[in-house]
């Protein structure tokens, strides 16, 4: 497993980042951490483009994307994610405040992968993260991939 | 109408009434052709009462005064009416000669006269005089009657007068009188329909006057029977001489008179009763004082007309202000249910009515004295059926006796429909009055036995009492004006109400709208900082394993704060969004739900001795993720509140009723005192401190609000220390409802 991917974080609050970013690092997991703060930077970086056009190649592992973001918002990410050819098998977490159901709906409409309400008690976030970069990250071997 | 007596008045409508052929013998009847002037017809017994030898073909000055009373009509224009032309002496007798014309020639009718006493002009003219000077000054109906009859007995030396009054279904009343005491009295008494057959009141109608000099008379007839001008019998509709029917004559003799006069009162076009004088011995009137009655029953009607226009008009303006009142009141009210529960008098007032009803979208309303709301229902779906807008009846027993109409409260209805699609409509009852109408006579004809096409009238006009029932008193038109108006205003008011209801509806949407957003917010940035307040302090915590316990404390207690807080903030989101989802509706199992609930609680209470009772439960008709949170909450809660208890007892039982299923829920616990009972459901109504007895207080509100939303009902009942009860009523299927 020398060229483990990346896992690329979306999320616009600095305070959801660095809870985001402890709860991973508690999981130990190897992997690169990416953090995109925006839709639109997120976006740069699965495109490869604007300020991540010379970035090293390879889709991320997972995409840990908060729903609610600036300029561009996690729907719309996972809407052309999911709506391109290659990077639709990218698989994607969608991590929100939100319980709104309408949101969990269009989001699975969309593709999404998973859908996590954040729980208010950092033990069961910190379950949850877990949870899912040891699934998505370690153990879910992408599909053969050609460039 | 029974059998027999429709055939007796099939009979009765044959009767040749206008073309007897024959006439009444005190006088002679002529008529000359239309064109050349010459005899056509004549009554047989014209050339003995004329003394003259009366011939067909011959003119009228051929005849004994003929050529004065020939240059006398020559002046005079004929009209269709009878006129009298004036008094001849033919032969040292004295004739009244009255003319008139009809398409088969000119008739010429000769009546002995009058003696000069009563016979002029000068006699009558000062008693007319009177009688027309007392006319229209302030006079009541039953006054204006009374002098009627009394002036046309001095006028025409009859033993009795009555006058006679038609009743909507043309029985008749007597409602003045006036006699000598020979004949008997029969005022107050009723007369059947049927003793003056409809084409009877069709004659009345036309020709306004009718002597019958003596029921016992010969016929004379016409002669020869059919007009040379069309070949028809003579038209005698119009003639003071025709002959009457032999089953009036019998009439006549079986009431114990020999002779009759009546004089039509035709009020606006309609015959709305009778002079009617009688005497036991033959009796004749002269054409000169038959005029003067004539003109004495024509002022009467103009002044009856008058009279039933002012109390119309007085009826009218009393309605009027009895409905701008209750309109404005209506108008005013924040329904219509309301406006007319809020004025009943004003409501029965608007038609005279002792109870009303009203059936409506919202329910029943009524006022006064009514029939139970079953039979309004009933109805009101029977008035629906009906074709006219308005059904107004004062026998609603008679016209529909399947409703079986309770006819103490009902035996009269007025109803106006509201509306074309649904069974909406007004009603206003009065109840039964039962009346004695004493009858002159058992009021039925008789059929001869041996011939049944001859007909006898009655031979009795002995008073005959009958207890008439199951009838109100009858509805004026103005009652159905009134009605109408009535619904025509609640129509308006319907339709200003749904104006501003959708209205208020675009603005709910628009709010609702406006909280759906707040609440998509709330939902991402409230929850946010009370998260991180959880997560920095665990993690504050983490790195330093070795905090005194003071902070150690502290820190434990910001983070039970961020957490309930949290908790609260996810609580409030599901009650909103409680009243925006829709209802997915299916069977749902509600023993699976109380598994599932007893699953996830028991995991929470492992510790706890808890006996769990659950009886048979029905399947409901609801939405599923609803009820299982319903259930979830209720079975929640009395855990929670037998935490106290050595050993709880959560008891749950469920049965199908009549239109509704209904579970309840009940435990052994803490209980609570009634009096609180009403803040039970209320959001963030507690009855027991946080400390001992944790959560947000929205749990029940949730509950009920699930509740609510399925149309159904939920109570409690509890007693303090001895456990609660929370019972929940759910409407079966609409489906299963109707079947």
């Known amino acids: 497993m020398s060229d483990l991917r990346p896992i690329l974080l979306v999320e616009d609050s600095a305070k959801d980042m660095e809870l985001t970013l402890a709860a991973l690092a508690k999981c130990q997991l190897a992997n690169d951490i990416i953090v995109a703060r925006d839709g639109a930077e997120a976006l740069d970086y699965v495109f490869c483009r604007g300020i991540h056009e010379n970035r090293d190649p390879g889709d991320p592992a997972v995409v840990l994307l908060d729903l609610k973001l600036p300029k561009v918002d996690g729907l719309e990410v996972l809407e052309q994610l999911k709506g391109d050819a290659m990077l639709r098998r990218i698989p994607v977490v969608m991590l929100t405040s939100s319980r709104e159901e309408r949101d969990l709906v269009r989001s699975y409409e969309l593709g999404v992968n998973a859908f996590v309400v954040k729980p208010v008690d950092f033990g069961a976030f910190f379950e949850a993260i877990q949870d899912l970069g040891m699934f998505w990250a370690i153990l879910n071997e992408p599909p053969p991939r050609v460039r | ?739």
């Open chain 2, 1 to 739: 109408m029974p059998e027999a007596t429709r055939d007796l008045d099939a009979i009765c409508a044959r009767e040749p009434i206008r073309i007897p052929g024959a006439i009444q013998p005190h006088g002679a009847l002529l008529v000359f052709h239309p064109v050349d002037g010459r005899l056509t017809q004549a009554s047989a017994n014209a050339s003995s009462c004329l003394e003259a030898d009366v011939r067909i073909g011959m003119r009228l000055c051929d005849l004994p005064g003929g050529v004065e009373l020939s240059s006398h009509l020559a002046s005079w224009d004929f009209v269709a009416e009878p006129v009298f032309v004036r008094t001849y002496e033919i032969s040292a007798r004295r004739y009244d000669v009255s003319v008139h014309r009809t398409p088969q020639g000119a008739i010429v009718e000769y009546e002995p006269a009058d003696p000069p006493r009563d016979g002029s002009h000068a006699v009558q003219y000062p008693g007319t005089r009177a009688f027309l000077m007392q006319l229209g000054h302030g006079q009541s109906l039953a006054e204006l009657c009374a002098t009627v009859a009394r002036h046309t007995r001095q006028l025409t030396g009859f033993s009795r007068v009555l006058v006679y009054r038609f009743d909507p279904e043309w029985n008749g009343k007597v409602i003045a009188e006036d006699g000598d005491g020979t004949l008997p009295s029969y005022l107050d008494l009723h007369f059947p329909a049927s003793d003056i057959p409809a084409q009877a009141r069709q004659l009345y109608l036309l020709n306004r006057i009718r002597l019958i000099r003596t029921a016992a008379y010969e016929p004379s007839p016409i002669v020869p029977d059919t007009s040379p001008v069309d070949g028809r019998p003579l038209d005698l509709s119009m003639s003071a001489l025709r002959s009457v029917s032999s089953v009036h004559l019998e009439y006549m003799r079986n009431m114990g008179t020999a002779s009759s006069m009546s004089v039509s009162l035709i009020v606006d076009g309609r015959l709305w009763g009778l002079i009617s004088c009688h005497s036991a011995q033959p009796h004749h009137v002269g054409a000169q004082a038959r005029a003067a009655c004539e003109l004495i029953g024509q002022m009467m009607a103009l002044q009856i007309g008058a009279l039933e226009r002012a109390e119309v008009a007085s009826r009218a303006v009393e309605l009027k202000q009895i409905e701008v009142t209750l309109l404005s009141r209506l108008s005013e009210s924040l329904s219509v249910v309301q406006g007319l529960r809020d004025n009943p008098d004003l409501w029965l007032k608007l038609a005279s009515a002792q109870g009303a009803a009203a059936v409506l979208d919202e329910g029943i309303v009524t006022a006064g004295v009514v029939p139970d709301e079953a039979f309004i229902q009933k109805l009101a779906a029977w008035i629906y059926e009906q074709t006219d807008e308005v059904v107004a009846t004062e026998r609603l027993g008679e016209l529909a006796p399947e409703l079986g109409a309770p006819e103490d409260v009902a035996s009269g209805i007025l109803a106006v429909r509201i509306s074309q699609l649904r069974a909406n409509c007004l009603i206003w009852f009065r109840p039964e009055r039962v009346q004695l109408v004493s009858w002159g006579g058992e009021p039925r004809k008789v059929a001869d036995v041996q011939e049944p096409e001859r007909l006898h009238p009655r031979q009795s006009f002995g008073t005959w009492k009958q207890l008439v029932k199951g009838r109100s008193l009858p509805w004026s038109d103005i009652d159905v004006l009134g009605a109408n108006d009535l619904r025509n205003a609640i129509l308006n008011v319907v339709l200003r109400q749904a104006e501003e209801r959708s209205k208020l509806i675009e603005e709910l949407q628009r709010s609702n709208k406006e909280l759906e957003a707040f609440s998509y917010s709330v939902s991402h940035d409230l929850r946010a900082p009370f998260r991180h307040i959880v997560g920095f302090s665990e993690l504050l915590r983490d790195r330093n394993g070795d905090m005194d316990e003071r902070s150690q404390h502290y820190l434990a207690n910001i983070i039970d704060a961020a957490m309930s807080a949290g908790r609260l903030v996810d609580d409030l989101l599901s009650f909103s969004q409680l009243g925006r989802h829709s209802l997915a509706l299916a069977n749902v199992d509600v023993v699976k739900l109380v598994e599932e609930a007893r699953r996830t609680l028991e995991t929470e209470q492992a510790a706890r001795k808890v006996h769990w009772d659950v009886g048979p439960l029905p399947v409901v008709w609801g939405d599923h993720a609803m009820l299982r949170q319903a259930i979830l909450n209720l079975c929640s809660n009395a855990l929670k509140y037998t935490r106290t208890c050595e050993e709880a007892v959560i008891r749950i039982k469920g049965e199908k009723l009549q239109g509704e299923t209904v579970i309840s829920i009940g435990d052994n616990g803490v209980g609570f005192d009634m009096a609180y009972v009403g803040k039970l459901f209320g959001v963030f109504q507690r009855l027991h401190r946080a400390e001992e007895f944790e959560g947000t207080g929205i749990g029940l509100a949730l509950t009920k609000r699930i509740i609510d939303r399925h149309g159904g009902w939920i109570k409690a009942e509890g007693e303090l220390g001895k456990g609660a009860t929370f019972t929940f009523g759910l409407p079966v299927r609409d489906k299963e409802a109707t079947t």
